[in-house]
Nanobody, 124 residues
Framework: QLQVVESGGGLVQPGGSLTLSCAAS????????IGWFRQAPGGEREAVAC????????NYANSAKGRFIISRDNVKKMGYLQMSSLKPEDTAIYYC?????????????????WGQGTQVTVSS
């Protein structure tokens, strides 16, 4: 059974950058698509980006386009979310999710495996 654990969150100033990591264990990561989601206080969990199982294709929510980059290293069993030009509205708990197979999706219902999340706070 796949398990994923996020790390890399923290406090960053507006305009700053942060890279989140998603460490996978329990199964070969190259058989899973990965998605990143976030949930702000009082808000719904929303999509950020996703990447297919071997990283051929990516997809981004409008809020992430041009600022965030999703990537993965299947040898290291790691997924990444590079975030730049961060804004206060990016403040949220960020979650890594995984689904068996090639395709990825920006729908949270698509993913059966979830991490516990890592807090990102953008504030001066």
């Amino acid at each position: 059974q796949l398990q994923v654990v996020e790390s890399g969150g923290g406090l960053v100033q507006p305009g700053g950058s942060l890279t989140l990591s998603c460490a996978a264990s329990g199964a070969p990561l190259n058989t899973f698509a990965i998605g990143w989601f976030r949930q702000a206080p009082g808000g719904e969990r929303e999509a950020v980006a996703c990447i297919t199982n071997i990283g051929v294709k990516t997809n981004y929510a409008n809020s992430a386009k041009g600022r965030f980059i999703i990537s993965r290293d299947n040898v290291k069993k790691m997924g990444y979310l590079q975030m730049s030009s961060l804004k206060p509205e990016d403040t949220a708990i960020y979650y890594c999710a995984a689904n068996p197979g090639y395709f990825c999706s920006l729908s949270k219902a698509f993913y059966p495996y979830w991490g516990q999340g890592t807090q990102v706070t953008v504030s001066s």
